[in-house]
C-alpha cells in the first residue's frame, strides 16, 4: 500500500494534558506536509490552530474525553463550543457506564444530541473497546450505525488498550454500510496501519505514522 494512501486516512494527533502550542503548531505543520486528514488536537487549541492553518487542513477535537461520563448537556456544550472554535470534526467518548447498564436509549439519544450540536460536522463517537465485551461492541455497532453518527472509533488511548485487529473486523462485520471505523490507540507503525485500513478502517488515529514516514525519509526511503 502506497505510503501517501496511508497517511491520508490519519488524524495525526497530540492529546498528552501537557501539550503546548509549539507542539500543536509543529502537529500542524506535519500533518500539511504529510497529506493527513485532519489534526487531533485539545479543543483548547481549536480556535489557534484554525487561525495557523487558514483552510490548509481540518480540525478534529474530543469531547467528553477520555472518560465519557460526563452529562449529556455538557457534552453538547463541548461540541458546540468546539464547532463554534473552528473544529471540522468531532470524536465524542460515549458514556461506558450506560452501556454496562444496558441504557441503550439513553446512549443513542446521547448521540442524537451531540450530532446536533455539531452542525452538519464529522461525528465519530468513541466506544472503548479494550473496556466492552464482544457482545456489547456487536450492540454498540448496530446502536452507533442507527444514530446519525459518521464514525465508530475504537479507543482513546487512555484507558489501557487501543485498536486492535480484531475489533477493526468485528466493526467492520456488524456496522451499517454507511458507518466508518476509526482505528485508535496503539498503532505502532506502518505494518499496523495498512492492516488496519485493509480490514475496513477508514481513519487511523495516531501520531506515529507520521514519525514513521520522517524516519523513512532519512532512511532515502
Not at 2 to 21: N, P
Not at 29 to 54: H, K, M
Not at 131 to 153: F, H, N, P, Q, W
Not at 162 to 172: I, M, P, Q, S, Y
Request: aromatic fraction near 6%; proline fraction near 2%; charged fraction near 25%.
Amino acid at each position: 500500500m502506497e505510503l501517501s494512501r496511508i497517511l491520508s486516512a490519519v488524524d495525526h494527533t497530540l492529546l498528552s494534558q501537557g501539550a503546548t502550542w509549539v507542539q500543536i503548531r509543529t502537529l500542524c505543520d506535519e500533518g500539511v506536509r504529510y497529506g493527513c486528514a485532519s489534526v487531533c488536537i485539545p479543543p483548547s487549541y481549536v480556535s489557534a490552530a484554525r487561525t495557523y492553518l487558514a483552510g490548509r487542513l481540518p480540525i478534529c477535537t474530543v469531547i467528553g474525553f477520555p472518560n465519557g461520563y460526563a452529562t449529556t448537556a455538557a457534552k453538547c456544550f463541548e461540541a458546540a463550543d468546539a464547532v463554534k472554535n473552528g473544529a471540522d470534526e468531532i470524536d465524542m467518548v460515549l458514556n461506558i457506564g450506560w452501556v454496562k447498564d444496558c441504557r441503550w436509549e439513553d446512549v443513542l439519544g446521547e448521540i442524537h444530541a451531540v450530532k446536533a450540536a455539531c452542525e452538519g460536522r464529522i461525528l465519530k463517537v468513541i466506544v472503548e473497546t479494550c473496556l466492552l465485551t464482544r457482545e456489547e461492541k456487536i450492540r454498540l455497532c448496530e446502536l452507533v450505525s442507527a444514530s446519525g453518527a459518521d464514525y465508530i472509533k475504537t479507543s482513546t488511548g487512555f484507558a489501557g488498550g487501543g485498536a486492535t485487529r480484531e475489533d477493526v473486523a468485528l466493526f467492520a462485520a456488524h456496522v451499517a454500510p454507511h458507518l466508518k471505523i476509526k482505528a485508535a490507540g496503539g498503532i505502532a507503525g506502518l505494518a499496523d496501519a495498512e492492516d488496519f485500513l485493509r480490514l475496513g478502517a477508514a481513519r487511523l488515529g495516531t501520531s506515529r505514522l507520521v514519525k514513521a514516514a520522517k524516519e523513512l525519509e532519512g532512511a532515502g526511503g
